[in-house]
């Protein structure tokens, strides 16, 4: 028999460490109370504990601040070892409050108290005792405290703002689909153009989302086509439904919205943000859904991008639109997130000025200082669309009076679309600790929020690719901890997936680990980006993208490649970035090589930083791409019969079609650059 996986990170084995003991809850009425009840209950009754009562004994205890109110003062050296415990935890708080999503633990005599701030705190504390197993409740470094000593620890999430936007579609036949740039079936949310009436699996995905701690979910396209607006009025009472099941695990719903729904639903001749008719019909919109939706986060906005609507129209800028969506949720307590992802997609490929990298930049760091309070403006992690290598987007280090989000991709739109393996925590962990602010401040410290594009569907195993579970779960623990190292965090998964078989879990680790710089090699070189086929973006097409309208992104010919992006004979980009990064960026000798075709178009002869020659360096590492996907794929083999069947079989079928893919991406890329340069590999391998 073999471990099982589903449902993802959650089967009942990786609730052993919890259901074993004897647990006691003292929650109260405290909002998402009943799921930490609920969790107990599954777990005590798969694994033989017990759920205890007040006044009894317990290893556990599960506690809100308002739980522990009617807690008698008193000695607890004189008292029970649970009292004792709980009177350390109620210490540890008063001391230092915790906030409504904190908790503290408290290891005291063999007594383990999770003591959240409100419940969703509570919620979150409990997964991190089941994360922790039989480690749980003793502070990290330390050995169990000796008698009537208490270890504590304490936990809060970085940022405020933990939110996954999902690109569903009510309607599936939508140009792009049932899920936009989804690769792993139908909306979980969606069917039959609308709402799906049973919503069992929205429930336990909302219950895998809360136990990383994610805390909020947008709930359709930003691409708003005619039906998805109705969510905003007609529908309502099936998104109340939507926000019903979230708000049992603490999530908040938010919807993206048609910045010209007053024309496209009410008929209106205008959707001016100045005009104080389009005003009004906002604040109405938003009161109707917050007297259906009393916690509904707010709205999520792509305007004036890719053909959406917006205030360009109007002669008003972002501040001007997002301001007037701000004001009418401002009563509520709710909040625009407006996205920065504002280029020309009509540009003329022959003008070498126009340079897509600075478009975020250029329209939105002029009107920093000038949004309101419950306004962020949403930034991708990189100037252009989520490739496998980017810069640091220069809008995060130019707009200190507003706030900010960073925005990911757990989907895998440009690295392999759930059908290559791509653990993309390490690529987040490069990006949390970037420091460009001339300090020890980090990305993690100046953005006031994460979000990222969901990959999951109506597939069996969520997110097409099984080994794509831990981009969703590391998106979430990253998001709570961007500190967190992304070997940690794929370790957590794979102990919570798999089980504790270590030669497994080395497997596993072997395979996923280095996976997102494996396909780095084998596709776009040196930070280049956007090889790939227009309109689905998977698989290499060199030229796919050069002479459209939508951008210019490598200028490869017979004398060299990459965009010069320099302030001295570029287009200026360079200088977004504040000092010293401007000058670094600049010049040839400190840019580092993994950017080096982002910034700067040279010789093929050019010697990277490594002694290799660019064009040597495009052939040696596309076929050592390959080689590693054959690698992968081996140690993969050597799983069967230790994991689930069917994981196996859907894992070796993905592998097959990425060593496929890859050694196409070899021999397209390499064939193009001999064939550009004319110059041989140095190490006579066949290139076609």
């Keep these: 028999m073999t471990p099982d996986i589903d449902p993802c990170w959650l089967p009942a084995r990786a609730l052993a460490s919890l259901g074993t003991r004897r647990v006691l809850v003292l929650a109260g009425d405290a909002p998402v109370a009943g799921a ?24 556990v205890v599960l506690a809100t601040l308002s739980g522990l109110a009617s807690l008698p003062s008193g000695d607890p050296e004189s008292a029970d070892t649970v009292a004792a415990a709980l009177v350390a935890a109620r210490d540890a708080a008063e001391a230092e409050p915790l906030g409504p999503e904190s908790f503290l633990t408290v290891r005291r005599d063999g007594v383990t108290v999770v003591l959240g701030g409100e419940g969703a705190g509570l919620l ?103 039906r998805e607006a109705e969510l905003l009025t007609t529908a309502l009472p099936d998104v109340a439904r939507l926000a019903a099941v979230f708000r049992a695990q603490g999530i908040r719903v938010y919807l993206s919205v048609d910045f010209a729904a007053p024309i496209t639903l009410a008929g209106m001749a205008t959707s001016d943000p100045l005009d104080e008719g389009v005003q009004d019909w906002w604040a109405r919109a938003a009161a109707d859904v917050y007297a259906q939706i009393p916690d509904f986060g707010g709205f999520v906005v792509k305007a004036d991008s890719e053909g959406r609507p917006g205030p360009f129209a109007y ?99 440009y690295t392999g679309q759930q059908k290559h393996v791509c653990y993309l925590g390490a690529q987040w962990e490069e990006y949390f600790g970037v420091r460009l602010w001339g300090d020890d401040r980090t990305l993690a410290d100046v953005v006031g929020g994460v979000t990222a594009v969901s990959n999951v569907g109506d597939d069996a195993f969520w997110t097409g690719h099984p080994l794509a579970q831990a981009n969703l779960y590391a998106f979430g623990r990253m998001a709570w901890d961007p500190t967190l190292g992304a070997g940690d965090v794929l370790d957590e998964w794979i102990a919570l997936t798999f089980g504790s078989d270590e030669a497994v879990a080395a497997t596993v680790r072997a395979v996923m680990a280095d996976s997102w710089r494996t396909l780095e090699l084998y596709t776009a070189p040196l930070g280049v980006g956007f090889m790939v086929r227009p309109n689905h973006h998977y698989g290499p097409d060199v ?17 060299g490649i990459g965009v010069d992006r320099t302030r001295a004979t570029g287009t200026g980009y360079t200088g977004q970035y504040p000092a010293p990064w401007d000058d670094v960026y600049e010049s040839l000798d400190t840019c580092p090589d993994e950017f080096l075709l982002f910034f700067h178009h040279v010789p093929y002869s050019h010697v990277l930083h490594s002694g290799s020659t660019v064009v040597q360096h495009i052939y040696d590492t596309h076929f050592a791409g390959v080689e590693r996907v054959e ?26 079609e990425q060593r496929r893919s890859a050694v196409e991406w070899r021999d397209q890329i390499n064939t193009y650059f001999l064939r550009k340069s004319g110059v041989p590999d140095a190490h006579g391998r066949r290139i076609f």
Excluded at 337 to 354: G, I, S
Excluded at 370 to 390: A, T
């Design 36 to 59: 930490v009840t609920a969790e107990v209950a599954t777990a005590t009754s798969a694994h033989g504990g017990a759920q205890a009562a007040p006044g009894e004994h317990a290893d």
């Design 543 to 559: 030229d796919g993208y050069e002479y459209t309208p939508w951008g210019t992104y490598h200028f490869a010919d017979r004398d």
């Design 124 to 226: 979150y504390g409990l997964h991190h005792l089941v994360r922790r197993g039989a480690a749980a409740g003793v502070a990290a470094g330390r050995t169990v405290p000796d008698a009537g000593e208490a270890a504590v620890e304490r936990h809060a999430p970085a940022q405020p703002i933990r939110m996954l936007d999902h690109w569903d579609n009510i309607a599936a036949d939508t140009p792009m689909g049932a899920v936009e740039r989804g690769y792993a079936g139908a909306s979980i949310f969606y069917a039959d153009g609308r709402v799906r009436e049973d919503l069992s699996r929205v429930e336990q995905y909302a219950r895998l989302l809360a136990s990383t701690g994610v805390n909020a979910v947008g709930l359709n396209n930003v691409n708003v086509h005619r």
């Design 631 to 656: 690698e992968m794929a081996r140690a993969w083999a050597t799983l069967e019969g230790a994991v689930p069947d069917a994981v196996f079989a859907r894992v070796t079928e993905r592998l097959v």
């Design 315 to 413: 002669g008003r800028d972002h501040a001007d639109g997002a301001n007037m969506l701000a004001r009418a949720l401002a009563p509520f307590g709710g909040t625009v997130f407006w996205r920065a992802f504002v280029y020309d997609h009509r540009q003329d490929w022959r003008d070498r000025t126009t340079d897509r990298a600075r478009a975020a930049y250029d329209h939105f760091a002029p009107l920093d200082g000038r949004f309101d309070p419950n306004v962020v403006v949403q930034v991708k992690n990189g100037p252009i669309d989520f490739q496998v290598r980017e810069p640091i987007s220069p809008v995060i280090t130019a707009m200190p009076r507003t706030r900010l989000a960073v925005e990911l991709q757990v989907t895998q739109e």
